[in-house]
């Protein structure tokens, strides 16, 4: 169906520790976002991805697109506290308009 | 800009009875998703508006509906209520180019 799978679903990390939640879809994706939500807020956009094998960064975090547009993977390297939050892909439906989000990686960050 | 703004954000309804919950866009987006999170299901998509028409629709029953007005504004319904519809419910505007700003969503509580 329309469901993204994420894996881990938790991960502790001690801070300073690099970070890497993958999401896989069974299906090619046209494209990929990711957004992060903080406890208790909403989620924020990250990144899109539409390229094959499309790489993109900014500061500490590095976005990766499979070379068959099937999975996807988000790395941080040298957590902080603030890092802490879900981390979600999404997924563009069939008409690219609509969004179906994976189960999410939650990252806690030990001090 | 103004971010994406949703009233009310708490709500308590009785299992039964209907709802109806309002989402303002960033200007300029002519774009609404709406999305249900829980715990259980993580965040669904409902549907999406595009200049006042449902352009896609999730996997949800007709007691799920909306609608998107001639400013943008959108305001979705959920008649008959039931205690499994207790949830954050998510707005979110986008531009065209895809990415997703999201409101900080209703917390909807049927008892």
């Known amino acids: 169906g329309q469901q993204v799978m994420q894996i881990p679903q938790y991960q502790h990390v001690q801070e300073g520790e690099d970070f890497t939640t993958y999401c896989n879809s069974s299906?090619?994706?046209?494209?990929i976002q990711w957004y992060k939500q903080r406890p208790g807020g909403h989620p924020v956009f990250l990144i899109q991805?539409?390229?094959?094998?499309e790489v993109k960064k900014q500061k500490r975090l590095t976005f990766q697109f499979g070379e068959a547009k099937k999975n996807s993977s988000l790395h941080i390297t040298a957590t902080q506290t603030t890092d802490v939050g879900t981390y979600f892909c999404?997924?563009?439906?069939?008409?690219?308009?609509?969004?179906?989000f994976g189960t999410g990686t939650s990252l806690t960050v030990i001090p | 800009k103004a971010g994406v703004t949703q009233t009310p954000r708490y709500l308590i309804k009785t299992r039964g009875q209907q709802v109806t919950l309002s989402c303002s866009p960033i200007?300029?987006?002519?774009?609404v998703s709406w999305y249900q999170q829980t715990p259980g299901q993580g965040l669904q998509f409902l549907f999406e508006?595009?200049?006042?028409?449902?352009?896609n629709k999730g996997n949800f029953p007709g007691r799920f509906s909306g609608r998107q007005f001639s400013n943008s504004r959108s305001e979705m319904n959920v008649s008959t209520l039931e205690l499994g519809d207790s949830a954050l419910y998510l707005c979110?505007?986008?531009?065209?180019?895809?990415?997703?700003?999201f409101g900080p969503g209703t917390r909807l509580t049927v008892t």
């Open positions: 979110a505007s986008k531009r065209a180019s895809g990415e997703q700003y």
């Open positions: 299906t090619t994706l046209s494209n």
């Open positions: 991805l539409v390229k094959s094998g």
């Open positions: 999404a997924k563009g439906g069939n008409t690219g308009n609509q969004f179906y």
């Open positions: 200007s300029g987006h002519r774009s």
């Open positions: 508006y595009f200049s006042e028409t449902q352009r």
